[in-house]
């Protein structure tokens, strides 16, 4: 634990809970995030689970069922939605309507702001994401990894993935001025992200030397196919993750050097 | 002592706590500089403003103001000047700067999909000694709105829930930005009785205003602002008398007045006739000699009115003598 960490009082963190509370609330009530990060993905889920051709071994996928390909790339998917759907709005809104600025007057500096908008981009994403396991597992039959060392190598992945796209969100918070700005900004990132992930079509089927090449250094690529080796009982290697831990760590300082409070 | 007592204990506290010559400075500014860029925001700016006073900072749109607080308020880094509130360097100890003074920001709002009540709990728990909430919420008449979303609440409500926000932390100064901008005249003076309440609790309070009738009303000393500049800094009613060369004496009279009558007396500067209404320019007891002059010859005068200035006068005589006036005056 940092020092900082240490020295935060009983009083902080009732403030960090109740920031963390509120922006919980305010996600509720217009839950149109929440429909992006949670309903979107568990829907696609059931549709594909429910499709007996989907569920059965694919001699073209590779002998795997396109079910089973589909499901990482649904948390990847839910990871994008957390990092990128919600969170530039939400913080270009809060900074154009002055609610940085209102909390830049109290003892608690704006950043716990960001803070807590991240933990429930977080929230979000273990919600969005045990439910896809737990939905995919109980109900589809999704071929689970056999060992502990396989749930590790996905856990792993997808906290990197997850700083990776919390990165990339914050950025475009950064740059965008205005939350209009935030959102033509976010959709030029999300859709490239969603189809590098597999979302529209399962990448293997596109045999395209570029279309991988380019896979293999964007996060969601990356993601999806470390997720997809560890689910098959494959190890990914220490390559993806070191991918993805850079654009984790240089989205999020690119982002603190470039936010604006006003 | 609650905080409902201590509003409605009003008149007798605030006399007693306002900025008498004793009371020790908790604001010292000296020689405060902003520039942004090309522009001098900030030129040259020195007040003090001790315990328990309402200071006022009046100027048009643009001339540094909202700067100025900015500065005070540990928001902003000066260029240059020094700056003392509650003997802390508002830059260096920021955070302890804002437990104790409470600052309502134009430009500022909580989010929209937020909850009166919830807004007020959240901001109490970001203070060492909050104030009690819902008692706040009440002296400021929110309790009806108390579950209602920051957006759907008029501007009258959103401006006395950011009085509330300010105030939450029991701050021992309160800075106030553009408070009434934009709301009707009877919120407006709702939440001036509302001031000079905070007030009566000890709080001293900086008032920034382009309101004349605003600071005219509440504030002990008012500091002009101009240009970046402090043009001149007094109490209202000395501001006043100080930017007027002289006294006006109207009435309206049926009769002709004889010539050398009225602009023969000593008192006297000039005369203007519209119709039946007379305009007197003077000085010194012009009332006096002129209600004497008119009696002694025989004219029957009514509706017999004196003009002193106010605060108007004086910002637009103040402001006017600076030689790089705008035309964006704001009014």
Do not use: C, F, K
């Given at each position: 634990m940092s020092p900082a960490a240490l020295s935060i009082s009983p009083r902080q963190r009732r403030a960090f809970g109740l920031l963390v509370a509120s922006e919980i609330k305010i996600a509720i009530r217009r839950p149109i995030g929440l429909i992006v990060a949670i309903g979107i993905p568990l829907a696609l889920l059931v549709i594909f689970g429910s499709i007996p051709a989907t569920t059965r071994p694919d001699k073209a996928l590779g002998g795997i069922s396109f079910f089973n390909l589909y499901v990482p790339t649904l948390m990847v998917f839910v990871l994008i939605a957390v990092g990128l759907a919600g969170l530039p709005q939400q913080l270009a809104t809060y900074r154009q309507q002055g609610v940085l600025r209102r909390m830049?007057?109290?003892?608690?500096?704006?950043s716990w702001l960001l803070a807590a908008q991240t933990t429930v981009a977080l929230i979000l994403a273990v919600i969005g994401i045990g439910i896809l396991l737990g939905a995919g597992a109980g109900a589809y039959g999704l071929a689970l990894p056999h060992d502990a060392g396989g749930y590790l190598v996905i856990l792993v992945a997808l906290v990197l993935t997850a700083a990776a796209t919390i990165g990339l969100g914050l950025l475009v918070a950064s740059v965008a001025k205005t939350p209009q700005i935030a959102q033509g900004l976010t959709v030029l990132v999300f859709y490239p992200l969603a189809f590098f992930s597999g979302l529209?079509?399962?990448?293997?089927?596109?045999?395209?030397q570029l279309i991988s090449d380019i896979a293999k250094v964007l996060p969601t690529g990356v993601g999806f196919t470390a997720l997809h080796d560890a689910f098959g009982g494959h190890s990914p290697g220490v390559e993806p993750l070191l991918v993805l831990a850079a654009w984790a760590v240089g989205s999020c300082f690119l982002a603190a050097r470039l936010f604006r409070w006003e | 002592m609650s905080i409902e007592e201590l509003i409605q204990t009003d008149t007798g506290v605030s006399a007693a706590v306002s900025g008498g010559p004793a009371a020790p400075p908790v604001i010292e500014v000296s020689h405060l500089r902003k520039e942004y860029g090309p522009t001098v925001a900030v030129d040259d700016v020195s007040f003090t403003v001790p315990a328990g006073e309402i200071f006022g900072i009046l100027?048009?749109?643009?001339?540094g103001k909202t700067t100025t607080v900015e500065c005070v308020t540990g928001l902003r880094t000066p260029d240059r000047g020094e700056i003392n509130v509650l003997g802390l360097d508002p830059r260096r100890h920021r955070r302890e700067l804002h437990e104790r003074v409470g600052v309502q920001l134009q430009e500022s709002a909580v989010p929209?999909?937020?909850r009166v009540s919830e807004a007020v709990e959240l901001y109490a728990s970001f203070y060492r000694e909050p104030a009690d909430g819902r008692e706040l919420i009440a002296t400021l008449g929110l309790e009806d709105a108390q579950h209602t979303y920051f957006k759907h609440l008029s501007g009258g409500q959103k401006q006395r829930l950011s009085i509330v926000l300010a105030l939450v932390g029991q701050p021992e100064i309160a800075v106030l930005d553009e408070l009434t901008t934009g709301l009707d005249p009877e919120a407006r003076r709702d939440t001036w009785r509302l001031i000079e309440g905070v007030r009566a609790r000890g709080v001293t309070i900086v008032l920034v205003t382009h309101f004349m009738e605003e600071a005219e009303r509440l504030c002990d000393r008012v500091a002009l602002i101009d240009h970046g500049r402090v043009a001149a800094l007094d109490r209202p009613s000395a501001l006043a008398i100080a930017a007027t060369t002289g006294k006006r004496v109207r009435f309206t009279s049926t009769e002709p007045l004889p010539d050398g009558?009225?602009?023969?007396?000593?008192?006297?500067s000039a005369v203007e006739r519209h119709g039946t209404e007379v305009v007197v320019a003077g000085s010194g007891d012009l009332v006096t000699a002129v209600v004497l002059a008119l009696h002694g010859a025989g004219i029957r005068a009514d509706d017999i009115q004196t003009e002193t200035a106010n605060l108007e006068d004086a910002f637009l005589a103040i402001t006017d003598e600076t030689p790089h006036d705008t035309n964006g005056a704001t009014r």
């Open positions: 830049s007057t109290t003892p608690v500096p704006p529209y079509v399962p990448l293997q089927e596109i045999h395209s | 100027g048009r749109n643009g001339a929209d999909l937020m009558l009225l602009s023969a007396l000593p008192e006297v």
